[in-house]
């Protein structure tokens, strides 16, 4: 066995706790019955994923991931889950027509996806980055990667009017007379 | 226990997409559907950076921060259509929403 220290012990055991947390609270959010539950384990899903970015020195990721996802497209989510449902309503509708099919194509992709991964793939890998990441996006961003930071600005811009437009409350017929 | 490499992150990441699949795949609420497609992109986005960690370059990481963008503008878009959606059928059940069905 190499250098079996505490470091390298501690540092595989909390990878794979936070793989757990994010594999059982994807879990969740698919088969939970209960739509409350599905967005909560969304949450944890997602506060796992951001851990893993740490883990792969993205640290400015991680936290993007947080201010974005968690504080973003999660309060989204619920306020979408909020004002769709009566409040009073958590029983969802049963899944039975869809779930073999899917249980079957979801277990093929995986297998397949596994598979050439694991067995096929020849990733060529070079010298892993341990620095941190910020400084190398923000030099990113301003020499070659201009174009799509403008773009992506004007995007969001954009996606945000219309979807503020699409949602508004009061709403006149606009087609025909 | 292996040394944790890339073929670690690879598989977490095929095991998202999949239970973000299934989750598109099954369920009949569409806000639920819109969790499975941010489960779709986190996968993805995992999987650049990683392969960005092991090939030493900044493409994934700026493929994924591009991602990460696009993906809070098109929830915020598919939420706006959702609420029309309820406004309009009173429901949010996918499988009655077939109006345009023949």
Known sequence: MENLDFGTIAYQAIFYLFAAIIVISAAMVVFSRSIIYSAFSLLFTLFGV???????????????????????????????????????????????????????????????????????????????????????????????????????????????????????????????? | MPEIGLNHYLVLSAILFSLGLFGIMTRRNAVVVLMGVELILNAANLNLVAFSKYNGTMSGVMFSMFGIVLAAAEAAVALAIVLNIYATFKTVDVGEIDTMRE
């Open chain 1, 50 to 177: 951001s851990a893993m970015y740490v883990y792969l020195s993205a640290d400015f990721i991680a936290v993007a991931q947080i201010v974005v996802y968690v504080g973003g497209i999660l309060i989204l989510l619920l306020f979408g889950v909020m004002l769709t449902n009566r409040i009073t309503q958590e029983r969802l509708l049963t899944d039975v027509f869809n779930l073999i099919p899917s249980l079957i194509i979801m277990l093929a992709v995986l297998g397949a996806l596994l598979y050439t991964f694991l067995y096929r793939a020849k990733w060529h890998t070079g010298e892993p980055r341990t620095t941190t990441v910020v400084e190398p996006i923000g030099y990113e961003i301003i020499t070659n990667y201009v174009l799509p930071f403008e773009i992506v600005s004007i995007l969001l811009f954009v996606a945000l009017i219309g979807a503020a437009y699409i949602a508004r409350s009061e709403k006149k017929v606009s087609l025909g007379k």
